[in-house]
T-cell receptor
Framework: DAKTTQPPSMDCAEGRAANLPCNHS???????VYWYRQIHSQGPQYIIH???NNETNEMASLIITEDRKSSTLILPHATLRDTAVYYC???????????????FGKGTHLIIQP | DGGITQSPKYLFRKEGQNVTLSCEQN?????MYWYRQDPGQGLRLIYY???????QKGDIAEGYSVSREKKESFPLTVTSAQKNPTAFYLC??????????????FGPGTRLTVT
């Protein structure tokens, strides 16, 4: 799986959009970009994933650059409850050879300021 | 409610004792995983299982053992051979559809302290 690079921490004002960047310059053509978040002392929570098109769900939007070397997770109206560590992960779909685990780096600690 | 349960939330053991962490899922997922998290670090894969009666070592399997006798259950035993067992342990599950992308669902975690 390709490696990702994220800033260690970011601040965002409550009510504003939080934009979390992720670089994955060695991503392969069949690898998806996943985002998870982990609120302190809880299990990670899946947010969104995409291959090359932009994606949106009830939690967030995912913008992937045309060359797929970077992406941005957007939380449109951040609340205090969005304070968490956000992980960007790239992973190929199940090839049938094994359901190996996700590779989590240190992620970005997003702090929402009141 | 469908989901993953881990018990207990906090566990304390004396050094030299084996301890088993429970993980149960009712999502009908084929694959299950165990991760370990140390303070300020990301998750590291201990073991995973694609199907009942089959499991594979992850990146840090030494000192751990697992079983997968039922689809719903994937218990992890932390043995006395694990040198630094104090950590936050997370269980996850996912469906398996060849050629498709899928997300993993995580349990709430068990915080193990060994003294």
């Amino acid at each position: 799986d390709a490696k990702t690079t994220q800033p260690p921490s970011m601040d965002c004002a409550e009510g504003r959009a939080a934009n979390l960047p992720c670089n994955h310059s060695t991503i392969s053509g069949n690898e998806y970009v996943y985002w998870y978040r982990q609120i302190h002392s809880q299990g990670p929570q899946y947010i969104i994933h995409g291959l090359k098109n932009n994606e949106t769900n009830e939690m967030a939007s995912l913008i992937i650059t045309e060359d797929r070397k970077s992406s941005t997770l957007i939380l449109p109206h951040a609340t205090l409850r969005d304070t968490a560590v956000y992980y960007c992960i790239v992973r190929a779909p199940d090839s049938g050879g094994g359901a190996d685990g996700l590779t989590f780096g240190k992620g970005t600690h997003l702090i929402i300021q009141p | 409610d469908g989901g993953i349960t881990q018990s207990p939330k906090y566990l304390f053991r004396k050094e030299g004792q084996n301890v088993t962490l429970s993980c149960e899922q009712n999502l009908n997922h084929d694959a299950m995983y165990w991760y370990r998290q140390d303070p300020g670090q990301g998750l590291r894969l201990i073991y995973y299982s694609q199907i009942v009666n089959d499991f594979q070592k992850g990146d840090i399997a030494e000192g751990y053992s697992v079983s997968r006798e039922k689809k719903e259950s994937f218990p992890l035993t932390v043995t006395s051979a694990q040198k630094n067992p104090t950590a936050f342990y997370l269980c996850a599950s996912s469906p398996r559809f060849r050629g498709l992308a899928y997300e993993q669902y995580f349990g709430p975690g068990t915080r193990l302290t060994v003294t």
